[in-house]
């Protein structure tokens, strides 16, 4: 059967490593109430690019890896919840940039499921095109998002890249996937917010910033991905022993051991490194793939599941054999 296969990865972290210890001193946090409740200890914060500029860079490297001329892609997807332009998308902006004239480009906003959701519209209109090449990046600059003040969000998020090279294939790679949208659950975890024109003239360009109730995401998370990737494992005809590497969105690290527990599978098939990044959103599972590929973690032909979880709130997990 004709499928697809993630052939390269590649990712980038921001310019800025901010530790705890230096958040504490611009707010009333401290190194070990982050690391206790979430697992935290630095994360990447750009001060000089924007979220193209880093997606950019992934799809630029993953293009040398497999030795492409830009003009043989076929799509481009970025999933993000932090585009530089409401228009231009991302995708369109990269797009330009590698010179990828026939590529249709777009992004995908389903937060730090995004990767995952993407991971799976590439799959369908590769296939359903006859296509064979696809660039899938997550990627975010969350931190223009933040609201510097809040403590209990600013302490949680950086920002980076991820992504990898789609391509055809002759037999099955991608076994079994679970995507949902629970969008009576949307005000739980807000940014962005563009309010209403109320009169022609002094349109004050006003967005919210990032807003989140923790607790309920936290209870949304351990709740729904464990039924996720069981109902993805069901489609694929395997049980959570056969999967070898589970890696998840990385909210909580909590959240994380969470999950495994309840899947009853032992922590070390949950590569970790939110301790470094923080939540990268729609990047985090693209740059956890990476890092595990770059240091042998996970190896061709082993079965991985990449759940992610979020805003929307929404839920996505796709399994496939790396
Ligand atoms: N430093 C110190 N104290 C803090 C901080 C901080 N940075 N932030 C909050 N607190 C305080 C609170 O004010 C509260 O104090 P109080 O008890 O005196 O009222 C106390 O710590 C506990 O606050 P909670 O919010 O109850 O802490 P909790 O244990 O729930 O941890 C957290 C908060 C880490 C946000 C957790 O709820 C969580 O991880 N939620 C899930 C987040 C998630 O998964 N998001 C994924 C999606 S993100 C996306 O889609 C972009």
């Not at 990865?9 to 946090?29: E, F, G, H, R």
């Not at 809040?150 to 002759?170: K, N, P, Q, W, Y």
């Not at 975890?189 to 919210?208: D, M, P, R, V």
């Amino acid at each position: 059967m004709k499928d697809v296969k993630i052939t390269a990865t590649s990712k980038v972290a921001a310019n800025n490593l901010v530790t705890n210890n230096q958040l504490s001193k611009i707010m009333d946090t401290s190194d070990e109430w982050i690391t206790k409740r979430t697992g935290i200890k630095t994360r990447h914060i750009s001060t000089d690019k924007n979220t193209s500029d880093l997606a950019t860079t992934v799809g630029k490297d993953l293009l040398e890896q497999v030795s492409w001329t830009p003009d043989k892609l076929d799509l481009i997807i970025v999933a993000t919840m932090s585009p530089d332009y409401l228009t231009p998308s991302v995708s369109a902006q990269i797009q330009g940039k590698l010179g990828a004239q026939h590529a249709v480009a777009f992004d995908l906003s389903a937060a730090c499921s995004g990767f995952s959701y993407a991971l799976s519209v590439a799959r369908s209109m590769l296939l359903a095109n006859n296509w064979s090449k696809a660039l899938v990046i997550g990627a975010e600059v969350l931190s223009k998002l933040i609201d510097w003040d809040d403590r209990s969000s600013a302490v949680l998020f950086g920002d980076g890249a991820g992504g990898v090279i789609l391509e055809t294939a002759a037999e099955r790679h991608f076994v079994g996937q679970d995507l949902q949208t629970f969008g009576e659950l949307g005000n739980q975890l807000t940014a962005g917010h563009i309010k209403n024109n109320t009169e022609l003239s002094n349109n004050s360009f006003t967005y919210t910033p990032f807003q989140m109730n923790g607790r309920e995401v936290y209870r949304f998370a351990t709740h729904e991905v464990p039924q996720s990737i069981e109902a993805a494992c069901k489609q694929a005809g395997i049980t959570a022993d056969q999967i070898d590497h589970y890696l998840l969105h990385q909210a909580n690290s909590r959240i994380i051991e969470h999950v495994a527990k309840r899947l009853n599978q032992p922590l070390n098939k949950f590569p970790i490194n939110i301790n470094e990044y923080g939540n990268t959103a729609a990047a985090s599972e693209a740059i956890l793939l990476a890092e595990c590929a770059e240091k042998g973690r996970v190896k061709k032909g082993e079965t991985i599941a990449l759940s992610g979880f979020g805003g929307g709130l929404t839920c996505a997990t796709v399994i496939f054999k790396y």
